[in-house]
């Protein structure tokens, strides 16, 4: 099997998984023909006090639920396998060893890409990845030193409105695909 040439890492909660997501990446996918992205769920963000309110092991099968028909698509689990907190430089520099050459690429949203140099080593960042920006309002403004794509785009999904509604059994809104909607009800999370 041939490597992937062209690979979009897509950290985060995921916490649940939710279309916008799914929408994200399927734009990046159509904007610059990428091969495969790589939805890497963090066992613990270091830009969020709380912990996932689902469980590691749910959380990445919700994931491969969301994703089993999209050919591009891989659920990775380095960072749940990785101490705490879930730090992108880690990913990076891992997928960088695994994928040599490759062209890597990070997800982000503008307010991630506005924050990106208090992350952790954000020169490593810089040197080892093109950044597609998901903005739904506004372009993101280069930065000398950094690779940026805008991926434009507009999605109302939000995980802790889906969160909030499962906590105090309101209607669910329709943001989550329908076999992650099923595992939910079934594993009856956030209630």
Do not use: N
């Not at 507009?154 to 909607?181: F, N, Y």
């Amino acid at each position: 099997m041939t490597p992937p040439q062209s690979i979009a890492l897509f950290g985060g909660s995921f916490d649940p998984v939710h279309l916008g997501h799914l929408e994200i990446a399927r734009r990046s996918v159509e904007a610059t023909g990428l091969d495969q992205v790589r939805f890497l769920p963090c066992r613990q963000s270091p830009h969020k006090k709380a912990a996932p309110g689902a469980s590691d092991q749910d959380r990445l099968r919700m994931l491969e639920i969301a994703v089993a028909d999209l050919p591009w698509a891989v659920v990775d689990d380095f960072d749940l396998r990785s101490p705490a907190p879930s730090y992108s430089v880690r990913t990076v520099l891992h997928m960088r060893q695994e994928f040599p050459d490759a062209r890597l690429f990070w997800i982000v949203g503008l307010d991630q890409w506005l924050a990106l140099p208090q992350w952790r080593d954000p020169e490593i960042l810089a040197a080892h990845l093109e950044f597609l920006v998901f903005s739904r309002e506004g372009v993101p403004v280069p930065r000398p030193g950094w690779r940026m794509q805008r991926v434009a785009g507009d999605h109302p999904a939000s995980a802790t409105r889906i969160r909030e509604a499962l906590r105090q059994g309101d209607e669910i809104p329709p943001w989550l695909p329908q076999g992650v909607l099923d595992y939910v009800r079934r594993h009856r999370l956030y209630t």
